[in-house]
């Protein structure tokens, strides 16, 4: 059975389509847009032009999916549509004008399936995974295979850099702003007070670009999805203290991180900040979350 999965986020929204025969589930492509919709917010009311955008999206991955007579979809929505002040009235805008139902799915159930796709193949047992958004960060703590705590945070790479950043790239002064916000959301959450783990699962957008950025800098071959943590400072240090973007600077992020240059310091930052609360030494990438997760929790 073909399967269409859409999951509409703070940064992009994808659409992701499975060939799924029992227990087996075979990826076959993927199309997405970036469209920022954390930036459409105005007093935590999404507006009428990000409604639009998420429908103008929609209106095209319908289309696609009539031509390959795909009639298995499920659409869902995380956090930028989950916690706005008009979210209810806002999906049931949506869901009627593209004729695609959209689930809402809270913070921890998003953690949830963040856990159960990232952690099915990965060698890691124990850990805390982490999955940094636009507008929200979903984080897992497991011991041997199994969640013992998770929670979803208000902050995100796309909220951090419109909150903060006058610029492409943030300078370190704001770079030491997001920091404070993020150290301070991260002490709210009571029950990762007492966590450490020495490796830190990632997983979504500013983890991929970061490893892309990451191996480029660092001369590793670009399979690799092994970060080490002391390294997130160094690359935040080396983009937040340019006063002007240098040439190689310049064919570095386009190269590496072309949809992600606005947002990738300030997902960055959050991540720093993770890596040191819990002492970890470092960072795995896994390329399957939510979605996948979805996927093992209800379609398999």
């Not at 929204?13 to 589930?25: L, Q």
Request: glycine share 8%; charged share 25%; proline share 1%.
């Amino acid at each position: 059975m073909i399967h269409g999965i859409i999951d509409i986020g703070s940064n992009t929204v994808r659409m992701a389509i499975y060939d799924i025969a029992g227990e087996k589930i075979d990826f076959l492509m993927k199309k997405k847009h970036l469209v920022g919709l954390a930036a459409y917010l105005e007093n935590n009311v999404m507006t009428k032009a990000g409604i639009d955008k998420v429908c103008e999206v929609l209106f095209e991955f319908r289309s696609f999916l009539e031509i390959f007579h795909i009639s298995q979809v499920t659409a869902f929505t995380t956090a930028a549509l989950r916690n706005c002040r008009n979210s209810r009235e806002a999906v049931e805008e949506i869901i009627r004008r593209t004729g695609i139902d959209i689930e809402i799915i809270s913070g921890d159930k998003e953690a949830e399936y963040d856990f159960i796709g990232a952690t099915r193949n990965i060698a890691e047992k124990d850990g805390v995974l982490a999955d940094i958004g636009g507008a929200s960060t979903e984080l897992v703590a497991f011991r041997e295979g199994k969640i013992i705590s998770k929670v979803s945070l208000p902050m995100g790479s796309l909220d951090f850099r419109t909150k903060y950043a006058s610029s492409v790239l943030p300078n370190a002064f704001e770079v030491g702003l997001m920091r404070e916000k993020a150290a301070h959301i991260l002490s709210t959450a009571a029950e990762f007070a007492g966590i450490s783990c020495r490796g830190l699962v990632g997983i979504g957008g500013t983890f991929k670009g970061t490893c892309a950025l990451y191996n480029a800098m660092y001369n590793q071959d670009r399979k690799n999805l092994s970060i080490e943590a002391a390294s997130l400072e160094e690359i935040i240090r080396h983009f937040s203290s340019l006063e002007e973007i240098r040439h190689e600077d310049a064919v570095l992020l386009m190269k590496q991180v072309p949809d992600r240059i606005h947002t990738i310091i300030p997902g960055m930052v959050i991540a720093d900040v993770l890596v040191k609360k819990f002492g970890c030494e470092k960072i795995t990438y896994s390329d399957s979350g939510v979605r996948e997760g979805f996927i093992y929790s209800h379609l398999v």
